[in-house]
């Protein structure tokens, strides 16, 4: 009786992305912001334990996937500069491809919308959507801390996206709580140059001892991104972003950079906001998600 019903639940959160003609169907991999990002240490092996607020938002890359009958996996668009069996979404099917029942193969296309190298997530967004939508159409049904576990194979963002809502996040990014974020928009910069993660984490200048908080009563106000300002001194285009986005209210990085952002009490002030950009920056508007529109891929 269990899997009767688990499969007609499979079915109907599979039904919400219909199949093309040809066999595509379409899934969405929202981006993420860091409303902070503190480095709280060091583990033996180099990978730093933080503390962030993942906040999901509105601005989404597009991936298409179509079953295929051998157990090939083949990026149809790979994307400019990065070797298609290093894409992470080719990444994430070969990871998952063992635990499949029977022979799986998939097609993939993937269209870009994050801008990579932004702190905004993308290449892990990609990474999970592919994960939870392989697991119902492959028929895997790997558990939510299972697909988690395996995320982080491929990135410390992963197993956040796959987890679907707002979090707390600990760790080197794999120890997620759910923290309820209020609705509101973001006008965020995007200063076009790529910064190097882990370029920010060797940096002799990164402090690595900001002291633990706790999540009750949180106040992302007096917080802050510890990776700013070794990004900003690497990438003096990052300090001219905030320095402009700061005119409208209080502006940070995401991530490891580059993107940076301020949070708008409506759309119609990120709108305005992002109206002023000057020409040679670029900008845009985002709204906050509460939950991924593929969390049901998982249990
Ligand atoms: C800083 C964040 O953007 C916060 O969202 C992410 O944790 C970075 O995630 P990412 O870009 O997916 O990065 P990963 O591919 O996991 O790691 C890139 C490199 O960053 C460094 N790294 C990353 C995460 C972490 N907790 N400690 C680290 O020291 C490591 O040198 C690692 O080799
Ligand atoms: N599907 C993908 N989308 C984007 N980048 C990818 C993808 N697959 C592999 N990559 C590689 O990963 C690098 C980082 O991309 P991404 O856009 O995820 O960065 P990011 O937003 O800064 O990540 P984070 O917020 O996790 O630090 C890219 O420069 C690219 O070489």
Not at 72 to 95: F, S
Not at 252 to 277: N, P
């Amino acid at each position: 009786m269990a899997s009767v019903t688990h499969s007609v639940l499979a079915a109907s959160a599979l039904d919400h992305f219909p199949a093309t003609p040809q066999g595509w169907r379409s899934f969405p991999a929202p981006a993420k912001l860091n409303l902070f990002l503190h480095v709280i240490g060091r583990r033996a092996d180099g990978y730093h334990l933080l503390q962030s607020v993942f906040q999901l938002v509105d601005l989404k890359d597009t991936i298409e996937l179509r079953l295929r009958d051998d157990d090939g996996i083949e990026h149809h668009n790979p994307l400019p500069g990065v070797n298609p069996e290093d894409d992470l979404t080719v990444r994430a099917a070969r990871l998952l491809q063992p635990f499949a029942p029977i022979t799986c193969g998939v097609d993939i296309r993937v269209t870009k919308r994050i801008p990579m190298g932004g702190g905004m997530g993308g290449g892990s967004s990609d990474a999970a959507t592919v994960l939870l939508a392989l697991n119902r159409l492959w028929n895997v049904n790997l558990s939510r801390k299972s697909l988690m576990e395996l995320g982080l194979k491929l990135g410390a963002d992963v197993p956040f996206f796959i987890f679907g809502r707002n979090a707390f996040v600990e760790g080197v990014g794999e120890i997620m709580t759910a923290y309820d974020t209020p609705d509101c928009w973001f006008a965020v910069l995007h200063p076009q140059v790529h910064v190097s993660t882990p370029a920010i984490f060797k940096d002799e200048r990164l402090t690595r001892d900001t002291p633990s908080i706790k999540m009750r009563g949180l106040n992302v106000a007096a917080t802050r991104n510890d990776l700013q300002p070794v990004a900003v001194s690497q990438q003096p285009r990052i300090a001219e972003s905030l320095e402009w986005l700061s005119q409208f209210g209080p502006a940070r990085m995401t991530g490891s950079g580059s993107c940076v952002f301020t949070i708008c009490a409506s759309q119609s002030e990120a709108d305005r906001v992002v109206s002023l950009v000057p020409e040679e920056m670029t900008g845009f508007v985002a709204r906050s998600l509460q939950k991924h529109e593929l969390s049901e891929f998982a249990d």
